[in-house]
């Protein structure tokens, strides 16, 4: 009878830093982590890399899973990734079809055994995590600011295109219009009140707090 074993029991090692070769100075065991792609979550092994750089320190394991596309869960010892690919999967679904995080880890375990689900891991814990940091990142990267705390009040969010901005989209001599064409170049404001505003953060939760902190949308 066929047996479903993982990558990890069948032998692949997913050897870091070196174009898919062993690091010659890795002296510890391939690291078993669970890694979850558009396939399935999987449990494989892991070698990192072990050279050092012109500090004399080692790149952190999270940074060399970031490397290879996996984006790592947690990022003192990283136990659990994600690929890249899986993340902009969900991403999309979750905006075109308003999957849920939830839904998408269920989904998930069913591509990998649709008989025992309860036996593949339970990720959803980590993907909530890993999405927030993810698409956080890429707002910064798309923005062209550096990844910190206490970034400048709106300078993740977008211009509206139609909004008449200065420089941007409006004629050279807009300043001189004749008083009865000005209003082609009104700007309106609408305020409306944010009756959710008291659950902005969560009191059960000390860690979950927001990354933009202003400087994109609530």
């Not at 990283?78 to 308003?98: N, W």
């Not at 200065?166 to 409306?192: C, E, F, K, Q």
Request: hydrophobic fraction near 35%.
């Amino acid at each position: 009878f066929w047996r479903k074993e993982s990558l990890a029991t069948l032998g692949l090692t997913i050897n870091l830093g070196h174009n898919g070769l062993k690091c010659p100075v890795a002296l510890d065991d391939p690291r078993r982590m669970t890694v979850t792609h558009s396939r399935g979550i999987e449990e494989v092994a892991v070698r990192f890399c072990a050279c050092l750089n012109d500090d004399l320190d080692g790149t952190p394991d999270c940074l060399q899973l970031i490397e290879h596309d996996l984006w790592p869960a947690s990022w003192e010892k990283p136990m659990s990734a994600f690929t890249v690919d899986v993340l902009k999967e969900f991403h999309l679904l979750s905006l075109q079809s308003q999957m849920t995080a939830q839904d998408f880890i269920r989904y998930l375990q069913r591509r990998t055994d649709n008989v025992q689900t309860d036996q593949v891991p339970d990720r959803y814990r980590e993907l909530l995590r890993t999405m927030q940091e993810f698409i956080w990142i890429r707002a910064v990267k798309r923005a062209g600011l550096e990844p910190r705390r206490g970034m400048a009040p709106g300078s993740l969010a977008v211009l509206c295109p139609a909004c008449p901005q200065p420089d941007i989209n409006m004629d050279l001599g807009w300043i001189s219009r004749p008083m009865h064409l000005r209003y082609l170049d009104a700007l309106y404001h609408t305020v409306d009140g944010n009756f959710h505003q008291n659950q902005r953060e969560k009191p059960s939760d000390p860690d979950d707090f927001a990354l933009s902190e202003g400087a994109g949308y609530f």
